[in-house]
């Protein structure tokens, strides 16, 4: 297949003249299992007796082979203006995951193209990119709806809509291009149309819009189709289109305005469509998008046609298969039956003129319904109504320990940041509809306000409305604790107050009496790995005193569980989530000391009060108060010694038990000393790719931060994975730039930090990377003639490339030539025989391998070069 593809394209390449018919393109694709793909080639192309035509094509995969597509004959369309649409289908498997350019050139485009010069003899080409990642999932391109070729009017707006509809419900975006020639670069000399004011497309709708033609013609632009999944670029279409611009009295269309729609699936949407002409002219109404591609219960619009103003309406009952994040368009598209006078025959011909609208449709899910919560002593099970959608996935379960009374707006999904609810759980879709929640096993807390809502979630991630709120309190029967307080500080007899909260209403039922309650100890504050410490016989002996403990340096948790005793075991009735006692720590700063309060208990901290020792009295005074789990105490002294305690104040929020709860720390203490480090200086990069060099400059953080740094130092690594290392220290504070000249590649990462004269470093800036200069170009003739000139085929520019791997092929797909050298030096002559060459057209393919942030990467290149053996004259 190979040998027969080199003919073909130089067979083209040597008889261009009489192949002068492409005028607009695209290459689209649909993914059949994991690295096989079907692809569709769409040209149109003039047609006509004296005008070349195209039964099959080639296509190249960018993985060093092509295949050559048949065109279908049935899907073959003549279209008004002498346009033949021809589709081309082949399928591909690819050899693993990576970056694939799916290419495509063609001699010639059509004749007169006004930003093109010399359109007649410049090539087509178009390409689509193609990404296989597994973790991206199966991908499909965009279909685009509306044919690439359009009429305009000069000294009028121009507006034209692709109509991209992606299946996979990714995100799109748009972008306008310059088209492509020879080897899929930008066609020399290549001009944007000229408008009188300006020429752009909207990234977001995809609306080419054209303000105004001002000359009549032909023209071509291009446009980039981006397809984006959770912020990745994950495929690209590069469309050519053609626009013909004439001179004519006529307008296009006008509609009145179209408003966005968001609706719940299930539900019909429904509205009108009206485009304004003239009163005598006709104007038709039609529909493309998203919306009408649906297999199931895919929307309606009849086409139209009214005298001066057309109206239509669109129906769609939407279905819960319609579901996700982005919404779908509906392009409206409005033509005339308008006319205008031929430039060269002087009679009246018709030229209808177009408008589009658009309007975008959200689908989102209905919120789950019904939601119930019913406690326990320990957990909150959730049911609710099983819903009549298969495409479901799963359903999110958000928790808030207190009632929000949140109602989504029109369009506001899942269960939003500001209202405080947490996710805590998932439950997939086919394991049913109800959830416990024990708080991951661990058990839920007493006396709290347990607030849930329930989301569906569908395949693409998009989500549902929220459920309505509902709450629940734990049934009350176990104990709960209140006080976990250190009353003596010390190594070894340390001592720290325990008391609990009777139980109220037990069931006496099943747990009729006597009780006990069992108290255990972990040395962390997490409750881990506990250990017995005594059992209390009486459901009203509600305090404990722990002793010689080391309450000096550690933290300590406990657990309480409640017995029934009345039976032989006893019975666990339940317990309570843990409490620990409270940490105190303190770090020392520059005549300050910052405090922090380490705790796990079950109740609700809202304050904390800071005592420190009177060294006259030795009593401790209240110093400051905080809300949070920090305080500063500043204007000390540095190197003197300073002793801390401190007082939290706690509530449960639904407790029977309403007093503040008050737990002291234990006593630390601490001296205050100067460890500021330094400011850490920003830091920019610039490349400089002709002197080969990156220049890093920097602030000087003295003139903005009290902290007097002395000098700096610069960090380094060649990849961006890398371990930074030291590259230079600089003994001076107001020298703010640094010259690097790396020897093997420019891309690079760095960072910079600064230092004092006490030795104190910043923390590292963040690293700035810079990415690699490309300097490899091939060039595509050559002589090797022996006169000394231009003997050998070498690299016009290389520089940062470590190997090649390079191939030269003749027009039968033999391999003529082949090295890993980067300098290359193929000298015209057979590598087997070391016989010349014959003059013509060579193809090459080079992977070359340069130096990058990744690492030692790849580079593809195809092209072909010009072998010439008798001396070339070039006529200006």
């Known amino acids: 297949m190979k040998k027969f593809f080199i003919a073909v394209i130089l067979c083209s390449i040597a008889t261009y003249i009489f192949a002068t018919h492409n005028r607009a393109g695209e290459i689209t694709y649909r993914q059949i299992s994991q690295y096989t793909y079907e692809f569709t080639l769409v040209t149109y192309t003039a047609y006509g ?87 991206i999932g199966y991908n499909n391109t965009p279909i685009l709806l509306s044919p690439p070729v359009d009429k305009a009017a000069k000294g009028q707006v121009f507006v034209h809509n692709p109509a991209a509809y992606d299946p996979d419900g990714d995100s799109l975006s748009y972008k306008l291009t310059k088209c492509l020639g020879q080897d899929g670069n930008v066609i020399p000399n290549y001009q944007y149309p000229p408008a009188s004011d300006t020429l752009y497309v909207d990234a977001v709708t995809g609306d080419l819009v054209w303000k105004t033609p001002i000359k009549a013609g032909v023209y071509n632009v291009a446009l980039v189709i981006e397809e984006w999944r959770s912020g990745i670029l994950i495929g690209s279409i590069f469309r050519d289109m053609q626009i013909e611009v004439y001179e004519t009295t006529n307008k296009p269309p006008v509609f009145d305005p179209l408003n966005a729609v968001c609706i719940t699936a299930g539900e019909k949407v429904s509205f009108f469509v009206s485009a304004v002409d003239k009163a005598t002219e006709e104007v038709s109404l ?138 805590i759980g998932e439950l997939k879709a086919d394991k049913g509809n109800v959830y416990i929640d024990d708080n991951g096993g661990q058990g839920l807390i007493q006396s709290f306000n347990y607030c849930y809502h329930v989301v569906a979630v569908f395949p693409d ?96 948790a406990y657990k309480i569980e409640f017995y029934n005793i009345s039976a032989v075991p006893a019975v666990l009735i339940g317990s309570p989530q843990s409490a620990s006692s409270h940490f105190l720590k303190a770090a020392p700063a520059d005549k300050s000391i910052k405090l922090s309060f380490e705790k796990s208990v ?65 006593i630390i203490s601490i001296k205050p000393y100067d460890i500021t480090a330094p400011c850490t200086p920003t830091l920019q990069v610039v490349s400089d790719c002709q002197l080969g060099e990156n220049v890093l400059t920097w602030n000087n953080p003295n003139l903005t931060c009290e902290d007097q740094a002395s000098g700096y130092k610069i960090w380094y690594a060649s990849e961006l994975e890398g371990e930074m290392k030291l590259l230079t220290t600089i003994n001076s ?79 039968w797909g033999n391999l003529v030539f082949q090295t890993d050298n980067p300098e290359i030096k193929w000298n015209g002559k057979f590598m087997d025989t070391d016989n010349d060459v014959a003059e013509g057209y060579y193809y090459y393919v080079c992977d070359a391998y340069e130096r990058r942030l990744s690492g030692l990467e790849a580079r593809y290149i195809v092209g072909f070069v010009h072998v010439f053996r008798s001396k070339v004259i070039i006529k200006e």
């Open 286 to 423: 039609e529909a493309r998008g998203g919306p009408f591609e649906q297999l199931i219960s895919p929307a309606s619009f009849a086409k139209v046609t009214q005298l001066g103003r057309a109206t239509g309406e669109f129906i769609w009952m939407t279905h819960c298969a319609h579901v996700r994040k982005q919404p779908y368009s509906a392009i409206f598209k409005a033509s005339d039956n308008g006319t205008t006078v031929d430039p060269y025959s002087g009679k009246i011909v018709p030229l209808s003129l177009v408008a589009y609208a658009n309007a975008d449709i959200t689908v989102v899910g209905a919120a789950p319904k019904n939601l119930r919560a019913i406690p326990t002593i320990k957990s909150v099970a959730l049911t609710w109504d099983k819903p009549d959608c298969n495409q479901i996935i799963r359903f999110d379960i958000y928790r808030k320990n207190q009632s929000f009374g949140f109602k989504p707006k029109q369009c506001e999904l899942g269960v939003p940041a500001f209202t405080g609810f947490k996710k």
């Open 461 to 556: 991630g998009s989500e549902s409305y929220a459920s309505e709120e509902v709450c629940a309190v734990l049934v009350k029967g176990i104990p709960y604790f209140k006080k976990v307080s250190v009353s003596n500080t010390d190594k070894k007899n340390g001592e720290i107050e325990l008391a609990w909260e009777k139980p109220v209403d037990i069931d006496v039922v099943n747990y009729p009496g006597p009780y006990k309650y069992v108290l255990y100890r972990s040395n962390n504050k997490n409750g881990t790995s506990p250990a017995f410490v005594t059992e209390i016989i009486g459901v009203d002996n509600l305090n404990f005193t722990d002793k010689n403990l080391n309450t000096v340096d550690s933290v300590y």
């Open 602 to 666: 079950p109740w609700r901290d809202t304050a904390f009060v800071v005592y420190r020792q009177n060294p006259e009295t030795l009593n401790f005074d209240s110093v400051g108060l905080s809300y949070t789990d920090t305080y500063t105490d500043t204007g000390l002294e540095n190197e003197k010694e300073y002793w801390y305690k401190t007082k939290s104040a706690g509530k449960y929020p639904y407790a029977t038990v309403k007093e503040v709860l008050n737990n002291y720390s234990q």
């Open 733 to 811: 504070a107001t020298v703010t730039s640094f010259t690097h000249k790396p020897e093997l590649s420019l891309a690079a990462c760095y960072a910079i930090s600064s230092f004092d004269n006490l030795g104190l470093e910043s923390a590292k800036s963040a690293k700035f990377c810079i990415d690699n200069c490309t300097f490899y170009k091939l060039p595509n003739v050559f002589t090797p003639d022996n006169d000394g000139i231009n003997d050998f085929f070498v690299p016009i520019e290389n520089k940062y490339v470590e190997k090649v791997d390079f191939k030269i092929y003749s027009r």
């Open 49 to 135: 007796p004296d005008i070349a035509d195209r039964p099959e094509i080639d296509l190249y995969w960018g993985d060093n082979t092509f295949n050559t597509l048949p065109r279908l004959d049935n899907m073959t369309l003549l279209l008004p203006g002498n346009i033949k649409k021809n589709t081309y289908i082949g399928t591909h498997t690819f050899p693993g995951p990576g970056s694939y350019e799916i290419f495509m050139q063609d001699p010639n485009r059509n004749e007169g193209v006004e930003n093109i010069p010399g359109s007649v003899e410049i090539m087509f080409a178009i390409k689509t990119l193609l990404k296989i990642n597994p973790f």
